[in-house]
């Protein structure tokens, strides 16, 4: 990105023990056609992610937590360091495509959208994702339409784009992977359509080293439930 242009568009990167991902996440998301800002909060990794990041340091803006502090926690983190007029996150483990982020961000930067998710859903439940996270994701989507009279296919997606200033408009509280949740709610008790844009995805197994879990679920639902009673900005 040419000094003094601001960021088209700022990627948010948690990692967690991601050492043999990571350099392919940041070189594929700095490849992009696009002026890219990419931040990376290292959350307390204890194997070579940190190294594996530091032929990049020039390039990119790299957090670092001495013990992890979850997901909510890191994005939280990175936020003040985001100057792009689109916000996105994207997950270490290339579940996700970073090419595809192009398209995602494409209404913010167009104006005809301030909150975009990438659905996975789009052509069914993916075959290789476990079925109890296929369970839950059904039932997040239900209780979205339940809550918020929305229809939403894949509320708990890591493609998750917003405008950069409504996103900092929501004061988060999040610390973990109640993210998502969070900012669904937020962003429809704001008045903020969520447009939805098919994407591919790649589901890894908790073998391979996947850290969200159906037990989860629980929390999401109850951050669904809470922030339906959210008063604002403020978040009391």
């Known amino acids: 990105m040419p000094p003094g242009d601001k960021p088209e568009v700022s990627v948010l990167v948690p990692a967690l023990n991601e050492q043999d991902t990571i350099a392919e996440v940041v070189e594929r998301s700095l490849a992009l056609p696009l002026r890219v800002q990419v931040i990376v ?66 209404p913010i930067l167009d104006g005809s959208a301030d909150v975009v998710y990438g659905t996975r859903f789009s052509h069914g439940l993916p075959a290789a994702m476990a079925l109890p996270n296929k369970l839950v994701n059904v039932l997040l989507a239900l209780a979205v339409r339940g809550l918020y009279f929305h229809k939403l296919t894949d509320e708990a997606t890591c493609y998750k784009a917003f405008r950069t200033s409504v996103l900092q408009s929501m004061d988060l509280r999040c610390r973990r992977f109640e993210f ?35 037990t989860d679920a629980p929390d999401a639902f109850w951050t669904l439930l809470r922030y339906r009673l959210w008063k604002g900005p403020s978040g009391k």
């Open 41 to 106: 909060i290292d959350d307390g990794s204890t194997d070579a992610t940190f190294e594996r990041l530091q032929p990049y340091c020039s390039q990119i803006t790299l957090l670092r937590n001495d013990r992890p502090q979850g997901k909510g926690s890191a994005i939280r983190q990175a936020m003040p360091y985001a100057e792009g007029e689109a916000v996105i996150i994207q997950d270490a483990d290339l579940e996700y495509f970073p090419e595809e982020i192009p398209k995602l961000i494409r």
């Open 180 to 214: 998502c949740p969070e900012v669904t709610a937020k962003s429809l008790r704001l008045g903020r359509n969520i447009v939805e844009v098919p994407i591919s995805y790649e589901p890894r197994s908790k073998a391979a080293g996947k850290k969200i879990r159906w």
